[in-house]
């Protein structure tokens, strides 16, 4: 995949939202970003029919405006939908047995240390995640902030793999990924609750400059 399409990594679900998760989707996507994900998780989270049909709608969305559209964590409905892709973690399928599933497809990995990154590069993941890089009020059961020391380390080992950073991220912070040799952040609540979209999208972009 290109680097460039990981600049702004916008990650959604309905229990991330107090507007309508659609309205904030299609906002997103006019204001620019570069990538959606789809992570319908936490207390509330629509399950079943509700889930699929939700997953569906993002989906129409994320074409209309032409934007990669990932499944987080659930293959068998990014395989359903043929999403153009699917993120999973540590905890998942293995990624060899995911990549075959996947052809043609973008697969995104999270990692965490320098063993987790050799596994997801050599077994073919497209793009790697790393974070949490501060404290995030998104993920319950995130690990503890891990700053951005393994993030260059990772950069200066595979200097052309991309990767993109997520955890806490904010247009006030993210010149320190970008510093560290991220392509792109990912981000929640930066763009979910922005009063602005357009102009948190612009700011993520000037930060890369």
Same mark, same amino acid.
């Given at each position: 995949?290109?680097?460039?399409?990981?600049?702004?990594?916008?990650?959604?679900?309905?229990?991330?939202?107090?507007?309508?998760?659609?309205?904030?989707?299609?906002?997103?996507?006019?204001?620019?970003?570069?990538?959606?994900?789809?992570?319908?998780?936490?207390?509330?989270?629509?399950?079943?029919?509700?889930?699929?049909?939700?997953?569906?709608?993002?989906? @129409?969305?994320?074409?209309?405006?032409?934007?990669?559209?990932?499944?987080?964590?659930?293959?068998?409905?990014? @395989?359903? @939908?043929?999403?153009?892709?699917?993120?999973?973690?540590?905890?998942?399928?293995?990624?060899?047995?995911?990549?075959?599933?996947?052809?043609?497809?973008?697969?995104?990995?999270?990692?965490?240390?320098?063993?987790?990154?050799?596994?997801?590069?050599?077994?073919?993941?497209?793009?790697?995640?790393?974070?949490?890089?501060?404290?995030?009020?998104?993920?319950?059961?995130?690990?503890?902030?891990?700053?951005?020391?393994?993030?260059?380390?990772?950069?200066?080992?595979?200097?052309?793999?991309?990767?993109?950073?997520?955890?806490?991220?904010?247009?006030?912070? *993210?010149?320190?990924?970008?510093?560290?040799?991220?392509?792109?952040? *990912?981000?929640?609540?930066?763009?979910?609750?922005?009063?602005?979209?357009?102009?948190?999208?612009?700011?993520?972009?000037?930060?890369?400059?």
């Amino acid at each position: 995949m290109n680097r460039e399409d990981l600049s702004v990594y916008f990650i959604m679900g309905t229990t991330n939202c107090i507007e309508d998760p659609l309205e904030v989707l299609e906002d997103a996507l006019k204001s620019g970003v570069t990538i959606f994900q789809l992570r319908e998780k936490g207390d509330g989270s629509l399950k079943g029919s509700a889930y699929e049909e939700f997953a569906r709608q993002c989906q @129409l969305l994320c074409n209309e405006y032409n934007v990669p559209f990932i499944v987080n964590d659930d293959v068998e409905l990014a @395989l359903k @939908l043929q999403a153009d892709g699917v993120h999973v973690g540590q905890d998942d399928q293995k990624l060899e047995e995911i990549r075959k599933q996947f052809v043609g497809k973008i697969v995104g990995v999270s990692v965490h240390n320098e063993q987790e990154m050799d596994i997801a590069v050599f077994n073919g993941a497209d793009y790697v995640g790393i974070g949490p890089i501060h404290e995030t009020k998104s993920k319950t059961d995130a690990k503890p902030a891990a700053g951005v020391t393994f993030l260059a380390k990772a950069r200066k080992k595979y200097p052309d793999f991309p990767i993109v950073a997520i955890g806490g991220l904010t247009t006030d912070n *993210a010149f320190e990924v970008f510093e560290a040799g991220a392509d792109g952040v *990912a981000v929640i609540s930066a763009i979910c609750e922005s009063p602005n979209r357009k102009e948190t999208v612009r700011s993520f972009m000037q930060a890369q400059i």
